[in-house]
Each structure stands twice: as structure tokens, then as C-alpha cells.
């Protein structure tokens, strides 16, 4: 049985990307030395595939930012306000991922939202009526060029048309149908010069298909593909899905002229199903997704061995069946081999990219065996699925079993609570905050690694934390915030610091996942039940307190998002692991509150993640519990006590009622890249809860004027009741620089000021 890999992380195993782009953006390095970076890791994935044996190695799955981004540069879905900069075609392309602010002009980057349901944030193309759709670019087929020189004649990665059309933001009057065919035409000259050079097999990816379709998608998807299959020529296509099962359209597809359909049999709840009733065709390649690509748990290969044999059974034997992830490996770590001072009793259990390449080999030889049972390599597999050690506590099991219906609900109710917090508050017309973090800076850093090494004392370590946080209130009181945040200096990420306070977890060292760009993330991994060893927050938060008479936030991170940004275990439901979670979150909470802490923020940043990509889906396997747990982290608070939660970089309009049924009293979330469209479903569903929607985007460098956020202000006022609405930025500002926040935040509470002045004297 062949192998494939649908696509392969890019950043490099030491993150070698991430600091050259970094350089790059600083002018400490030239385009050529990045470009030759980039050379370098492809060169490096390539051979590793090859070396494990892969028979179908992925190119053109590298990007210096994001791969929809890529093809929407590809085909010169350049928005006019980056193509008049008049910068290079790099510097171009990063400015619609960053934004610009320099001697050529200023601008903001483009909308930025997840990746279906993982925690990868893609750009978001944006198509205005004169966009001019046309192949601007090669680097598809000069990737494929470049790989062939060592030796591999890679199947060469795209976005499907179909899914970028589908995923673009249209902001005229013409939508996806009108650029279809345009579109459709250019990825056939691109597959005609891929064919030109040689390439033997296409990928074009369609993701979307796993959603809801409609009649209409179905019809656009058809007439896109019917047109692009009857040009492909030589070239072979094989098309691609990852995060769900395609059950509106499975008859649709496997009746088209693709050479090969690539489904996911792990997420995709009805995959198998669709296969066994409806059929595969003869014809045609089964590119079945059976190893993981979102989660780093060994395989069970007696769970896919048994898979394996029903599709065998359903194809005539299986003959044209290949091995393949079920999606890209992007979203896993490099290898185990970087993990020093993890136990083997734990990382024998994990499988990042390396090792699951080694998988898909040992799982297609497996499945040609006679009696694979008998072999060592089935054997040892097996014996990591009868126990695991320090993975059950049953006291936490238990407290979950005991929760009652009445815990998930707080009282009084809001519009009680609303009027009690404001009279014990007396924040202003527009209180102004921010979300939670400010810059970690170099200092910050070598602190806590100083620490962490033992190089430094406890005492010394907490004197250098407790030193930032005075100095981050007082610069607040300076600039003149309402309501301050202590910095958030003590933290490594806003996940991994909570998960090494709770029993349950366990960390790596270098294993680091793309999150957008050159933010990466090293997501903790749940071993087995959570629970809080002790107060976590709670010094720090005093210490802030102490330090001034204006209200200071505590800042959590709630218990869906602490879930979703870890790797979950596999052997108890989400659900359930949840709960857990939520349970030590509710201890700290009321920790919080017993110490003075009257305003506590718990970020669900990642709400969205799991949500199932299917509608019908969306309470029954999720919202039902997810919404619930963040309320029985909050339920048993004063009535005096107010409860913030931050949202980002999710597109949120379709589950409004929803987050207004988390309870909170505040809610603060993205809103400046995608151009405040949130507030007309906020304004459409009546949402009660107090809201403060990012007025300037802190994940580029560039500074807004206090006119820009007025100009925001203004136009969230026609929208938002001036009783419920709160100014900050979209989210923290951990990865920014010192001189950067704090002209941003400067010119955020004039513009607050501006508008509040405004608003009194027209009042």
C-alpha cells in the first residue's frame, strides 16, 4: 500500500523561519538570506519524507505567512491599497499579511480568521468588482522544479478554487459565482505549466466541502470542476478534503473525472459510512486520511488495520487504496527526537511529524500482512493502549459527577447584575482597558528562562516580575486607563502557563506549532484528569492591586480554550476533559474574588475551535456543553463581580446568541480587521452583554491615530448602546514592542476621551 502526506509544518524544527522572517521584518537580514532559509527547510522536509519512505511527498506546501494568502497572490487577488505601495513582491505580500506603516504609505493587513477548527489562523483574500483575476506568479511550479532537482517529483499542493472562492471577503456587489470562471481559467494555465514542467499529480485542496452546502455551492463547485477536469490534460488531480466527512456532495464528486479523492476517516464522522454504501470508484485512487494530522497520540493500528479491511472490502479488495494523513501535518510538531526530559513512559505514547511518518510505513506494511497481530511492530503498539501511567484521579472524576444543573447557573440575573456592578464601579461613559498582556520584552524573557534554569532565585525571579507589574500600572494610570491589567509578566503563554499549574498535564520542550506567520505555539498535552494544585493568579493579581486605587483585572484563560489550545487526550470524550478543567478554573475564580479582585477576565479566545463545521452539528456535539462549562466557571461569584471574556480571530456572527448565553457581563473581541462586521449581528440579536470590540489591530506593527480610532468609535456607537460599550485593542499585547503600545494605547484613550466628550456635550 502506497503512502502520502497531505501537506508538512514549515517553520522548521528550531523554529528557523519564524526568527528569519523576524530579521527580515527588522532589516537585520536581506530577502535573499530569508529566501535561502526557506530553500533550506523545504530541502530538509523533502528528504525527510523521502528518507521515510513516502510514496506522494507534498510541494508547494511551504509559505512565508499562509498558504491561502499564497494562492490569492498567485492569481493577483492584490487589494489596490497594497498594489500602489509600490513596494517588491515580498514586501508587497507581507503587507497584506502585516500591514505597512512607512515612508510609502499606511495600511492595515487583511482579515485574518482559523483555519476551519484548528488553531492555524489563515489571511483572508479580499475581491473587490475590479479585481483583476489573472496568473501573476510560478511559485508552484518552481518549487516543483526545485524539489525535482533532489531527486522527488513531488505532488504539487494548491487551495482548490472553490474553497478560496468560498473563503474570500467580497466588498463590492459581485460575489464568488461572478469570479468563478475567471478564476477557473487561471488555475488551468497554472495546471498547463505544471504539466509543462512535468508534474505528474495535482492536489488541490477543498476543505470546504465538509461544511453545509447548499444547492448553489454544490452547482458552483460542479461547474468549476467540470470545466478545470476536461483541461487538465496529462496532468493528474487529485482532490483533497481534511476536517469532516463530504456527505452533501460524496455522488457528486466520485462521479467527476479526478483521478484521486482524498477523504478523512477520522474526523469525518460519515466517511466510512458514505464509502461502504455509496461505493469508490475503480478508477480512482482512495486517498483514505487514517493517521492523524491535528493530534500527536500514537496510532492505534489495530483501530486502522480494522478500518483498512471495511474499505478493502467495500473497493474490490482495496487495490487502490494509499495511506495518507487526514490532513496536513502543519498542525503537529517536528519530532520527538527534540524532547530530552520527557519520560519515555510518556513519549513512547506520541507520534509529532517525524514519527508519523514512520506510522504510515509500518501501518501499509501491516496491512499486507497475513497475521500483522504476530509481528513486534503490532505487538509493542498494542501494549501503549493497556495503561498509561498518573492518568486517572478519581476525587476529580467524582467533583465532575457531581455537578448539578443549578451549578451552571448564576444569579441574580444580568440586567440585575448590570446595574449593581455599575453603581460599585463608577467607570465612565467608554471605560477604556486592554485585554491582558503587555510586550514581553527581552528582559521578561531571560527572567523567566534564568529562573526556569536555575540560575536565579525564586525571590529574585518574583522581585523582577513584581518590578514590571508596578511599572506597567503606572504606566496605565499614565496614559489614563479605567481599568488596568498587571501585564501578564509571569507567563510563558496564556495555555501552557495554566496547564503547569494543574495536575493533569505535561510539557515539552521544543515542540512548537505555527499558529499564524511567525507565532508559534508549544501546546501542552493532557495526560490524564486536571485538577489546581493551588492558587495560581492570585499573588500576582493582589501585588497589582496593591500598586493602585483603580480597579485591576484578574486574567484567566477559560476552561473551552485551555482544552482546545492543548492536545486532548483520546481516551475520555472533550466533554469530559472540559469539565475537569472548568472545575479548577471555577477554584481560582472564587480565589480571585475572596482576595478583592471585583473585575475577572476568563478568555475563550478559541470558543469557536471545535465547533463542528457542520451546523446541525453545532449544539448536539458541542455548544450544549461548551457553553455551560464557561458558565460553571463563573456561577458561583457575587453579583458585584464582573465577569469579562475575550474572543478572537473567529468569525462569530453565526453564534450571537450563543456567547450572549455565556452569562458574561463583558465581552471583548477582534473586530479591526474585519472591518467591524460583527456588530450588525450583535445590533440583529439584541445581545445583552457589555461589549468592547477591538478598535486597532495589535498583530501588525503599525500605530493607529487617534482620528482611526474615533472613525471606530463613531461607527460602533450606531450600532452598540453608549451605556454597553468598552474601548481596548483586539487582543494582547504580548508580542508587540514598548514604544509601538504605548503610542497605540495613548492615542486609544484620547480617541476614548474624544468620543466621550462628544457624546456628553451632544447628551
Not at 492584490?78 to 510609502?104: C, D, H, V, W
Not at 495535482?202 to 467540470?226: A, G, M
Not at 474526523?267 to 493517521?291: C, H, I, M, Q, S
Not at 519515555?344 to 514519527?355: G, I, L, Q, R, S
Request: proline content about 4%; some cysteine; charged content about 30%.
Amino acid at each position: 500500500m502506497k503512502t502520502a502526506v497531505i501537506g508538512f509544518p514549515r517553520v522548521g524544527k528550531n523554529r528557523e523561519l519564524k526568527f528569519a522572517s523576524e530579521k527580515f521584518f527588522k532589516g537585520e537580514i536581506n530577502e535573499k538570506e530569508l529566501i535561502d532559509t526557506a530553500k533550506s527547510l523545504r530541502k530538509d522536509n523533502w528528504l525527510k519524507q523521502k528518507e521515510a519512505g513516502i510514496d506522494y511527498i507534498s510541494v508547494n506546501d511551504f509559505s512565508f505567512y499562509d498558504n491561502v494568502l499564497d494562492v490569492a497572490y498567485l492569481f493577483n487577488i492584490i487589494p489596490e491599497r497594497y498594489a500602489s505601495l509600490g513596494l517588491g513582491e515580498l514586501e508587497t505580500y507581507f503587507a497584506m499579511a502585516r500591514g505597512y506603516q512607512g515612508n510609502k504609505g499606511n495600511v492595515k493587513a487583511l482579515a485574518m480568521k482559523k483555519w476551519f477548527n484548528t488553531n492555524y489562523h489563515y489571511i483572508v483574500p479580499e475581491i473587490d468588482d475590479n479585481a483583476d483575476i489573472r496568473l501573476v506568479g510560478d511559485k508552484p511550479v518552481a518549487e516543483f522544479e526545485e524539489a525535482k532537482s533532489l531527486g522527488i517529483d513531488g505532488k504539487v499542493n494548491l487551495i482548490g478554487p472553490f474553497t478560496l472562492l468560498k473563503l474570500a471577503r467580497y466588498t463590492g456587489s459581485k460575489n464568488e459565482k461572478d469570479f468563478a470562471d475567471a478564476l477557473t481559467s487561471e488555475y488551468i494555465k497554472l495546471i498547463s505549466n505544471l504539466s509543462d514542467a512535468k508534474a505528474d499529480l495535482v492536489q488541490l485542496e477543498e476543505p470546504y466541502l465538509v461544511k453545509d452546502l447548499t444547492t448553489d455551492d454544490i452547482k458552483l463547485f460542479e461547474e468549476i470542476y467540470s470545466k478545470l477536469l476536461s483541461k487538465k490534460g496529462q496532468v493528474k488531480i487529485l482532490l483533497q478534503t481534511y476536517f469532516g466527512d463530504i456527505r452533501d456532495i460524496y455522488d457528486n464528486v466520485t462521479k467527476l473525472d479526478f483521478d484521486g479523492i482524498g477523504l478523512d476517516f477520522l474526523e469525518g464522522r460519515k466517511t466510512l459510512e458514505l464509502v461502504k454504501t455509496n461505493g469508490f470508484p475503480a478508477d480512482k485512487l482512495l486517498f483514505a486520511g487514517l493517521v492523524n494530522g491535528k493530534n500527536i497520540w500514537a496510532n492505534n493500528f489495530k483501530t486502522t488495520l480494522e478500518t483498512l479491511a471495511e474499505l478493502k472490502a467495500a473497493t474490490n479488495g482495496g487495490e487502490n487504496i494509499v495511506l495518507s494523513t487526514s490532513c496536513s501535518l502543519l498542525h503537529v510538531p517536528y519530532t520527538l527526537d527534540s524532547e530530552t526530559k520527557l519520560s519515555k513512559d510518556y513519549t513512547k505514547h506520541f507520534a509529532f511529524a517525524y514519527e508519523k511518518l514512520n506510522e504510515l510505513k509500518t501501518i501499509a506494511v501491516l496491512s499486507v500482512a497475513s497475521n500483522p497481530d504476530i509481528l513486534d511492530d503490532y505487538k509493542y503498539n498494542q501494549s501503549l493502549f493497556t495503561s498509561r501511567v498518573n492518568s486517572k484521579d478519581e476525587a476529580v472524576q467524582k467533583r465532575v459527577a457531581a455537578i448539578k444543573d443549578e451549578d451552571y447557573t448564576r444569579l441574580p440575573d444580568f440586567h440585575t447584575r448590570e446595574t449593581i456592578q455599575k453603581e460599585k464601579l463608577s467607570l465612565p461613559l467608554f471605560p477604556t482597558t486592554t485585554i491582558g498582556s503587555f510586550p514581553q520584552t527581552a528582559d521578561v524573557r531571560k527572567n523567566r528562562q534564568e529562573f526556569r534554569k536555575g540560575l536565579i532565585t525564586e525571590e529574585a525571579y518574583k522581585d523582577f516580575n513584581k518590578k514590571k507589574i508596578s511599572e506597567c500600572i503606572q504606566l496605565q494610570e499614565e496614559i489614563g486607563f479605567d481599568v488596568l491589567v498587571h501585564g501578564e509578566y509571569e507567563r510563558n503563554d496564556m495555555v501552557e502557563y495554566f496547564g503547569e499549574h494543574l495536575d493533569g498535564y505535561v510539557f515539552t520542550e521544543k515542540a512548537w506549532v505555527q499558529s499564524y506567520g511567525t507565532r508559534c505555539v508549544k501546546p501542552p498535552i493532557i495526560w490524564g484528569d486536571v485538577s489546581r494544585k493551588s492558587p495560581i493568579t492570585v499573588a500576582w493579581s493582589k501585588y497589582a492591586n496593591s500598586c493602585t486605587n483603580k480597579p485591576v483585572k484578574g486574567m484567566l484563560t477559560g476552561p473551552v480554550t485551555i482544552l482546545n489550545w492543548s492536545f486532548p487526550r483520546e481516551d475520555i470524550s472533550i466533554k469530559e476533559s472540559t469539565l475537569q478543567i472548568a472545575l479548577a478554573i471555577r477554584d481560582e475564580v472564587l480565589d480571585l474574588e475572596a482576595n478583592g479582585i471585583n473585575i475577572i477576565q476568563i478568555d475563550e479566545a478559541a470558543l469557536r475551535e471545535k465547533l463542528p463545521l457542520r451546523q446541525s452539528d453545532w449544539y448536539s456535539q458541542y455548544l450544549d456543553w461548551a457553553i455551560p462549562a464557561f458558565r460553571l466557571v463563573h456561577s458561583g461569584v457575587k453579583p458585584e463581580t464582573q465577569i469579562h471574556t475575550h474572543m478572537c480571530y473567529s468569525e462569530f456572527t453565526d453564534i450571537i446568541p450563543a456567547i450572549d448565553a455565556m452569562d458574561a457581563d463583558v465581552i471583548t473581541f477582534e473586530a479591526s480587521r474585519s472591518d467591524l462586521q460583527i456588530l450588525d449581528s450583535l445590533k440583529a440579536n439584541n445581545f445583552k452583554t457589555e461589549v468592547g470590540p477591538g478598535v486597532y489591530d495589535i498583530h501588525s506593527p503599525r500605530v493607529p491615530s487617534v482620528d482611526e480610532i474615533v472613525s471606530a468609535l463613531t461607527k460602533m456607537l450606531k450600532r452598540i448602546d453608549d451605556k454597553k460599550l468598552w474601548v481596548n485593542p483586539d487582543c494582547g499585547l504580548k508580542t508587540r514592542g514598548e514604544k509601538e503600545t504605548k503610542e497605540s494605547l495613548t492615542n486609544l484613550v484620547k480617541a476614548a476621551k474624544v468620543v466621550r466628550n462628544e457624546h456628553v456635550k451632544d447628551a
